[in-house]
C-alpha cells in the first residue's frame, strides 16, 4: 500500500523558515517523479513544485510564487522528500501535500501538514 | 498561464441523478494533459481521472471523463452518496507547470 506522511507543519512567523518531510512506502520511491501541492481556502489548490527522479536528472521545478524561496529535494536512501520553505510570507499559510505524478497528474497524496505563517 | 474554470460552483442533485461537471480552459489543453481529482471534508484529494477519459486504479465506472480542446466534462452517472464532494479539474502546462480549476461542490438536493 503507497502511504505519503507529510511533518514539519507549524507556526512560523513571517520572513521565517520551515521544513516540510515527506516519507514514502509503499512504492520504489527513487524511480518516483515527487510533487508538492498546496491549498487554501481563498485560493484553492496551488501546485508548488516538483522534482524528478535521479535516473531523469533529479531536476527541479518550482512555481513562480515560491522561485527563489522553497527548495524541493530528495534522499531516496530514506523515501524522503523535503521542501525548505524559507522567507516565508503570510500568503504561504496552506495545507501543503506531497503526492506522486504519474504522467500528468498526482496519482498518490498524504495526509496534509498545515502551514501557519503568522506574526 | 491556462486557467481552468469549472462550472457550475455548486450543483444540487438527488441521489441516482446523473451529475456533468465542467471544466472550460483559457486556452486549448491536450488530452493527455488533463485530471479529474475528488476531495471530501478533511482528506486529501484523490484522482479520479487522468487523461481526459481514463479512470484512475479503482475507480468505479459511474465516473467517466470526456472532452478535448478547451471543453471537458466530468460525468458520474448514477449519483452515491459517497459522491457528493468537491471535484477539482487540473491541467499540466508550462508555467505553471500544473493548475487547478476552483472546484465544483456537489451536494445533496
Known amino acids: 500500500e503507497v502511504q505519503l506522511v507529510e511533518s514539519g507543519g507549524g507556526l512560523v512567523k513571517p520572513g521565517g523558515s520551515l521544513r516540510l518531510s515527506c516519507a514514502a512506502s509503499?512504492?520504489?520511491?527513487?524511480?518516483?517523479?515527487m510533487n508538492w501541492v498546496r491549498q487554501t481556502p481563498g485560493k484553492g489548490l496551488e501546485w508548488v513544485g516538483r522534482?524528478?527522479?535521479?535516473?531523469?536528472?533529479?531536476?527541479?521545478d518550482y512555481a513562480a510564487p515560491v522561485k527563489g524561496r522553497f527548495t524541493i529535494s530528495r534522499d531516496d536512501s530514506k523515501n524522503m522528500q523535503y521542501l525548505q520553505m524559507n522567507s516565508l510570507r503570510t500568503e504561504d499559510t496552506a495545507v501543503y501535500y506531497c503526492?506522486?505524478?504519474?504522467?500528468?497528474?498526482?496519482?498518490?497524496w498524504g495526509q496534509g501538514t498545515l502551514v501557519t505563517v503568522s506574526s | 498561464e491556462i486557467v481552468l474554470t469549472q462550472s457550475p460552483g455548486t450543483l444540487s442533485l438527488s441521489l441516482g441523478e446523473r451529475a456533468t461537471l465542467s471544466c472550460r480552459a483559457s486556452?486549448?489543453?491536450?488530452?493527455?494533459?488533463l485530471a479529474w481529482y475528488q476531495q471530501k471534508p478533511g482528506q486529501a484529494p484523490r484522482l479520479l481521472i487522468y487523461g481526459a477519459s481514463s479512470r484512475a486504479t479503482g475507480i468505479p465506472d459511474r465516473f467517466s471523463g470526456s472532452g478535448s480542446g478547451t471543453d471537458f466534462t466530468l460525468t458520474i452517472s448514477r449519483l452515491e452518496p459517497e459522491d457528493f464532494a468537491v471535484y477539482y479539474c487540473?491541467?499540466?502546462?508550462?508555467?505553471?507547470?500544473?493548475?487547478f480549476g476552483q472546484g465544483t461542490k456537489l451536494e445533496i438536493k
Open positions: 503526492t506522486t505524478l504519474q504522467g500528468y497528474s498526482s496519482k498518490y
Open positions: 522534482i524528478k527522479s535521479k535516473t531523469d536528472g533529479g531536476t527541479t
Open positions: 509503499g512504492f520504489t520511491f527513487s524511480n518516483a517523479w
Open positions: 487540473q491541467q499540466y502546462g508550462s508555467s505553471p507547470m500544473y493548475t
Open positions: 486556452q486549448s489543453v491536450s488530452s493527455s494533459y
